[in-house]
Every structure is written in C-alpha cells, then in structure tokens.
C-alpha cells in the first residue's frame, strides 16, 4: 500500500509539471496584454518599458522557467490589472467557490443516492421511470440555460430567491461563509442548485446501476429470507457496495465542479474563482490566468489521490493486492 501511494504522489508530481508546462505555453501565445496596460497614447519607448518591467519581452522558456523558480517559492507573479499577487487574488475568492462546489456536492448526494437506491430497488416502477427521465434531463440540459430559466422562475416571476451575488456572510475559523444565515443561504440556493443539477443526475443513475446489480447477489437474498427490513437492508448491504465507485465519480466531480463553476458564477454573479477567471481571460491578465489554472490543477491532483486512497480504504481487495 506505501509503494502505491508513493507511485501515485510520483505521478501527480510529473502531471503537475507537464501541465505547467502546457498551461504557461499556451497562455504567453494568446494576445499581448501590454496594449491594455498602457495609455493608449503611450510612446515606443514608454511600451518597451512596461514590456521590460513586467518580463514581457524576454523569450517565452525565460519567463516559464522565472515562473517555475518563483512558483516553487510560492511567488505566481502580480497581477497585470490589479498590481497585486495573482495567486493572493485567487485564494481571495476560493471561499466562495468551493462552499457553492461543497454544496452542490451535498446535493448531488443527498438526492442522487436516495433516488437511485429506491429507484433501483423497484425497477420499472413510477419512481424508476422518473428517475431515469431526470437523470436524462440533468446530463443534457445546459447549466447556462438552466440557470436564466431559476433566475426567471423564481426570482423574475415568484421573487422567492435572489437573482445574483453572494448575500451576507460569517466569519467561520477567519473565512467568510454564506450557510450560516438565512440571507446567505437564500443567495446559493440557485447557484448550487444550477451546478448540481448534472452530478445528481450522473449520482442517481450510478446509484440505480449499482443497485440493481448489488439486489440480485445471494447475500442480499439471504438477508431478505432472514427477514431484514428495507432501510437495513440498504444502509447494511447494499449501500456500502454501491457506494465505493460512487466515491470516486463524487471525488472526481468534486474537481470537477470547482473547475468549471466558472458559468454559474457568471450567470449568478457569484464573486469566486470562475468569475476572477472570466474577467482576466478578458483583459490578458495572465499571471492570475496561470496561477487559477495551476491552484485548480494542483486541487484537481490532490482530490484525485485522495480519492485514490479513499478506495482503498473502501475495497479491501486492493489493499490486499497493493500489500
């Protein structure tokens, strides 16, 4: 099990590195920001200069291997628009993403594992039915679409729930929070909702699969001969076998949906990392660009060896294997 968890940390290591790579290549090749930063009456000279304080005139590998060097200090450059730290910028508004990413999350759970349990316990009921429609539903529609179509429902036409921002927040171990007041909450319900619409879907079918695939083992049968009622059968016997690649496709979403709230957080105005992002794609900022675009490859990696050690603690047939 060490060795296989030390495999696993080399490779994260050599996909960190090859996506830095790539990430900071690919960012230097699109635009010249310079043009945004200065007058647009400023002089050549005036131009070159900017150009040489903000490293822009050394050749592409120079700035990559200044970037590495600084990056492994914990330094990703200042911001081209604000003159402040890129990564400073992104941990500013990480809070917001991950409790909205969090809570969707949640929801993704608390509704896709029931549905798909009970839904897989009776199949070709009503309630299978329904939730195979849903689950169709949730994997096509798009997240743009679906957020305009909650923000005219229920903030538009009912006035229920707000349409943007984030709402009051609470002080929870020196980070700002919204699901601690009822205001807070009133401002995520739309925006987690949005953003989790596709995972509940993808959970519940994955739960309705496994399920149904669980219910037919003799163990399961022999439960039912000795009587054991539905909620412990589920919560004893078939739960703890669907669940172990339910963890992973939820630990891998998890990445998922912090990397792409970018939508949600623009529709909703949601002030976090995806709304940072599509304002400095807009101006060339492109040491915050870089440095969000590693903060979520380095979550995406870490996530993903969590989730990796998470299965072998769930399966002990792999511990068994890696031992």
Known sequence: MFEMMVKRALQSVLVIFVMSILAFVGINLVGDPIHLLVAPDASLDEIKRASHALGLDLPVYQQYLRFLTNALRGD?????????????????????TFELAIMALLLSAVVGIPL???????????????????????????????????????????????????GETTSLLGIQVSFLSWDGIKFIILPACTLALHNVALVMRMTEAGTREVAVQEYVKFARAKGVGPLRLMARHILPNVMI???????????????????????????????????????????????????VLLLYVVINFAVDMLYLVLDPRLRTKAA
């Open 76 to 96: 990703m450059g200042n911001s081209f628009v604000f003159n402040r730290s890129a990564i400073g910028l992104i941990f500013e508004r990480m809070p917001a």
């Open 245 to 295: 690649p339910i963890v992973t496709v939820m630990g891998i979403e998890f990445g998922h949906l912090i990397a792409f709230s970018l939508i949600t957080e623009t529709i909703f105005a949601w002030p976090g990392m995806g709304k940072l992002i599509i304002d400095s794609v807009l101006q060339l900022d492109r040491p915050v660009v870089v440095a969000y675009l590693m903060v």
């Open 116 to 166: 798909g349990m009970w839904s897989g316990l009776r199949p070709g009921s009503r309630l299978h039915k329904f939730a195979m429609a849903f689950s169709i539903f949730g994997v096509t529609v798009p997240v743009f679409w679906l957020g305009l179509i909650l923000i005219l429902v229920f903030s538009v036409n009912l006035g229920w729930l707000p349409s943007g921002g984030r």
